[in-house]
C-alpha cells in the first residue's frame, strides 16, 4: 500500500530551528515534494528532492533517503509567519501521494 | 504570471442548486488538477485534465463534472450536492509529462452546501 507518516504536529519558538521527519512506503518512487499550507490558504511548493542528500534553499532545507524511506524538512531562524501545516507528498507512479501534513505551532 | 485564479472565493449552495467553480491560469500549463480539501486533511485528487482531456478521474460521484474548455480554463460543475461535499475545493496546475513537475494552486473555492 501507499502509505507516507509525518507528526501531527510540532512546536517550536522563534528564532529556533525545527525538522520535520516524514517517512514514506510507497511504490513506484520518484521523489519527494514539501508543500507549505498556510490556515486557509492554498498549499505553496516548498521542495522537491529526487536524489540522496541535503538540498538548502535559503532557511529551509530538505533532505532525502531513498534507502530509508525517510525526508525531513529543516526550518531555520524561524519566524511567526512559519506557523503552518507542512505537507510531506511523494511523487509515485506519476502521482502525488499526499501526507496528512504537520501543523507547525510558532511561540514568541 | 505565475498566478492560478479561482472563483468564486466562496459559494454556498443547497442540494438542489447548479452551481460551476471556475479556473484560469495563463502560465501555458497544459495539466490542470481539481483537488477537494477537507478541513485538516491534506488535499485529495479529484480529477486531472491533460492537453484538455480527462487523464484521472479518481472515482469521484458524477455529482460532480469537470469540464476543461481550453488550455486556460477549468471548470467544476456542481449538481445535487449533499452536505457532506463542503470543503475548500483547490485548482492547480503544471507543465505536462512528469509528475515532478510543481503544482501551482490558486486560492481555493470555499463551498458549504446546506
Known amino acids: 500500500g501507499q502509505n507516507i507518516d509525518q507528526p501531527t504536529e510540532m512546536t517550536a519558538t522563534e528564532g529556533a530551528i525545527v525538522q520535520i521527519n516524514c517517512t514514506y512506503q510507497?511504490?513506484?518512487?520518484?521523489?519527494l515534494f514539501w508543500y507549505q499550507q498556510h490556515a486557509g490558504e492554498a498549499p505553496t511548493f516548498l521542495s522537491y528532492?529526487?536524489l540522496d542528500g541535503l538540498e538548502e534553499k535559503g532557511r529551509f532545507s530538505s533532505f532525502l533517503s531513498r534507502s530509508k524511506g525517510y525526508s525531513y524538512l529543516l526550518l531555520k531562524e524561524l519566524q511567526m509567519k512559519d506557523s503552518a501545516s507542512y505537507l510531506c507528498?511523494?511523487?509515485?507512479?506519476?502521482?502525488?501521494?499526499w501526507g496528512a501534513g504537520t501543523k507547525l505551532i510558532i511561540k514568541p | 504570471d505565475t498566478e492560478v485564479t479561482q472563483t468564486p472565493k466562496h459559494l454556498v449552495m443547497g442540494m438542489t442548486n447548479k452551481k460551476s467553480l471556475k479556473c484560469e491560469q495563463h502560465?501555458?500549463?497544459?495539466?490542470m488538477y481539481w483537488y477537494k480539501q477537507k478541513a485538516k486533511k491534506p488535499p485529495e485528487l479529484m480529477f486531472v485534465?491533460?492537453?484538455?482531456?480527462?487523464?484521472i478521474n479518481e472515482s469521484v460521484p458524477s455529482r460532480f463534472s469537470p469540464e476543461c474548455p481550453n488550455s486556460s480554463l477549468l471548470n467544476l460543475h456542481l449538481h445535487a450536492l449533499q452536505p457532506e461535499d463542503s470543503a475548500l475545493y483547490l485548482c492547480?496546475?503544471?507543465?505536462?509529462?512528469?509528475?515532478?513537475?510543481?503544482?501551482?494552486f490558486g486560492p481555493g473555492t470555499r463551498l458549504t452546501v446546506t
Open positions: 492547480a496546475s503544471s507543465q505536462v509529462g512528469r509528475s515532478d513537475y510543481e503544482q501551482y
Open positions: 502560465m501555458g500549463h497544459r495539466a
Open positions: 485534465y491533460s492537453y484538455e482531456k480527462l487523464s
Open positions: 510507497t511504490s513506484g518512487f520518484n521523489g
Open positions: 528532492n529526487v
Open positions: 507528498v511523494s511523487d509515485s507512479n506519476y502521482q502525488l501521494i
